[in-house]
């Protein structure tokens, strides 16, 4: 049961508090939880679960804001992180972005949003058809009329139909004039490779995003040519289990729009698509750097807005760092940044230069960690492929659609 939920900004704001139960949670706790981000940094902002001298806290981060839970009781921690989730989803969806300003402007909006989702510290509605039916998205209209009329509650007098529907998370009087359901593969690929160039970890987290846009309540099934190799599979309510753990195959009452269908995982991949090769020798008070980057496995389709990140060392004084491909950017807190974009048919690209050390330092002795972004359109880097999507009553003209999309999650190497 969650007594709290606290919502921070990049700079450690409260910019909202929601009390759930009985039991009020003191502002403090979020001082203590930023203090403690400060000192511990990205380690500690890694934890989803941190007990405090007083509480329990979930936390999760999305486009920097920090969604903080609090609770003194036990419960299921993956309840918790899950939910905070479908908060950020939510109201990603609602304000259509997630920042400081949206969130302000919008403070009533996001306040009826976490009434009806949480009830006495326990999730209630968190279907985004049923909530988008209670509460209205804000616009230009409503606001206008707030303002004239000094309501500024988007909240409807009547109950949603869905409520009382055997598909909650579907109305049943949906109609449109073209039918169409697209299916978008969006994977994450997770490497380590160590200083010796050899791949420590290597797995994908995958999401199944389905767009159904079709008339009445259809009733789909989705099926995978290789499904044996998905690990750690997660479903979205409306699919049926005993088709997937007999046959797996999907057999699911969709959503209306944009849902994730299932999320999953795929374990020790040998491969990654690019290689990033750095070379690190110091001497006598200066540091020399090389950086090589190309493609490695070629997947067959296009690698584009590929980036590599480093951070510096303490030590290092200044940097001279050039580049054959692409621009390279240094902030003031020695990130370096280097946008290569495509990987050009006629050279590797590489980037080079000199660090200088403090003063009486001979060698660097602390070695940077490279963060490697990536984009690859068209392909799942997991190799898996969707065999068919059915539909039982087929209405005229139905359109349907099949995507993929690979990028680098947490890709480092270490030189």
Same mark, same amino acid.
């Given at each position: 049961?969650?007594?709290?939920?606290?919502?921070?900004?990049?700079?450690?704001?409260?910019?909202?508090?929601?009390?759930?139960?009985?039991?009020?949670?003191?502002?403090?706790?979020?001082?203590?939880?930023?203090?403690?981000?400060?000192?511990?940094?990205?380690?500690?902002?890694?934890?989803?679960?941190?007990?405090?001298?007083?509480?329990?806290?979930?936390?999760?981060?999305?486009?920097?804001?920090?969604?903080?839970?609090?609770?003194?009781?036990?419960?299921?921690?993956?309840?918790?992180?899950?939910?905070?989730?479908?908060?950020?989803?939510?109201?990603?969806?609602?304000?259509?972005?997630?920042?400081?300003?949206?969130?302000?402007?919008?403070?009533?909006?996001?306040?009826?949003?976490?009434?009806?989702?949480?009830?006495?510290?326990?999730?209630?509605?968190?279907?985004?058809?049923?909530?988008?039916?209670?509460?209205?998205?804000?616009?230009?209209?409503?606001?206008?009329?707030?303002?004239?009329?000094?309501?500024?509650?988007?909240?409807?007098?009547?109950?949603?139909?869905?409520?009382?529907?055997?598909?909650?998370?579907?109305?049943?009087?949906?109609?449109?004039?073209?039918?169409?359901?697209?299916?978008?593969?969006?994977?994450?690929?997770?490497?380590?490779?160590?200083?010796?160039?050899?791949?420590?970890?290597?797995?994908?987290?995958?999401?199944?995003?389905?767009?159904?846009?079709?008339?009445?309540?259809?009733?789909?099934?989705?099926?995978?040519?290789?499904?044996?190799?998905?690990?750690?599979?997660?479903?979205?309510?409306?699919?049926?289990?005993?088709?997937?753990?007999?046959?797996?195959?999907?057999?699911?009452?969709?959503?209306?729009?944009?849902?994730?269908?299932?999320?999953?995982?795929?374990?020790?991949?040998?491969?990654?698509?690019?290689?990033?090769?750095?070379?690190?020798?110091?001497?006598?008070?200066?540091?020399?750097?090389?950086?090589?980057?190309?493609?490695?496995?070629?997947?067959?389709?296009?690698?584009? =807005? *590929?980036?590599?990140?480093?951070?510096?060392?303490?030590?290092? !004084? +200044?940097?001279? %760092? &050039?580049?054959?491909? #692409? /621009?390279?950017?240094?902030?003031?807190?020695?990130?370096?940044?280097? =946008? *290569?974009?495509?990987?050009?048919?006629?050279?590797?690209?590489? !980037? +080079?230069?000199? %660090? &200088?050390?403090?003063? #009486? /330092?001979?060698?660097?002795?602390?070695?940077?960690?490279?963060?490697? =972004?990536?984009?690859?359109?068209?392909?799942?880097?997991?190799?898996?492929?969707?065999?068919? %999507?059915?539909?039982?009553?087929?209405?005229?003209?139905?359109?349907?659609?099949?995507?993929?999309?690979?990028?680098?999650?947490?890709?480092?190497?270490?030189?």
């Amino acid at each position: 049961m969650l007594q709290c939920i606290f919502l921070l900004s990049d700079s450690g704001e409260v910019m909202l508090e929601k009390q759930l139960t009985g039991h009020c949670v003191d502002r403090s706790i979020c001082d203590w939880f930023w203090n403690q981000a400060i000192s511990q940094g990205d380690s500690f902002k890694q934890q989803s679960v941190i007990a405090s001298p007083t509480h329990y806290l979930f936390q999760i981060v999305r486009d920097g804001i920090t969604f903080l839970a609090c609770t003194q009781v036990e419960m299921p921690p993956l309840m918790a992180i899950e939910f905070l989730c479908r908060v950020a989803n939510v109201l990603s969806d609602y304000l259509e972005g997630l920042n400081e300003d949206l969130i302000k402007d919008n403070f009533i909006i996001v306040y009826e949003l976490l009434d009806e989702m949480i009830d006495n510290g326990f999730p209630l509605t968190t279907e985004p058809n049923i909530l988008h039916e209670m509460i209205a998205p804000p616009n230009i209209v409503s606001k206008v009329l707030s303002v004239v009329t000094g309501n500024s509650s988007n909240m409807s007098d009547t109950l949603p139909g869905a409520t009382s529907s055997s598909v909650p998370w579907r109305t049943s009087d949906v109609k449109y004039a073209n039918n169409e359901v697209y299916v978008d593969l969006v994977e994450e690929i997770d490497a380590t490779i160590n200083r010796d160039g050899v791949l420590v970890k290597c797995e994908v987290y995958g999401e199944v995003q389905v767009n159904s846009h079709i008339t009445g309540v259809p009733d789909l099934t989705l099926s995978f040519t290789n499904p044996s190799m998905l690990d750690d599979v997660r479903f979205h309510p409306c699919v049926r289990f005993r088709p997937w753990e007999s046959h797996h195959i999907l057999s699911f009452v969709p959503p209306d729009g944009l849902f994730k269908l299932m999320s999953y995982r795929v374990k020790k991949l040998k491969t990654v698509p690019i290689y990033v090769k750095p070379q690190i020798t110091s001497d006598a008070g200066t540091c020399r750097i090389n950086l090589m980057v190309g493609i490695k496995n070629d997947p067959g389709k296009m690698i584009d =807005s *590929i980036t590599v990140k480093f951070q510096l060392p303490s030590c290092v !004084l +200044s940097a001279d %760092l &050039t580049s054959n491909h #692409g /621009l390279i950017n240094i902030m003031s807190n020695k990130m370096c940044s280097w =946008s *290569i974009d495509r990987i050009p048919k006629d050279r590797t690209p590489s !980037l +080079s230069g000199t %660090l &200088t050390l403090e003063a #009486g /330092l001979e060698r660097l002795h602390v070695f940077p960690i490279f963060q490697v =972004s990536f984009r690859i359109q068209g392909i799942a880097l997991s190799g898996l492929q969707i065999d068919k %999507l059915d539909l039982k009553v087929i209405p005229n003209r139905l359109y349907k659609g099949f995507r993929a999309l690979t990028r680098a999650g947490h890709y480092e190497v270490r030189s």
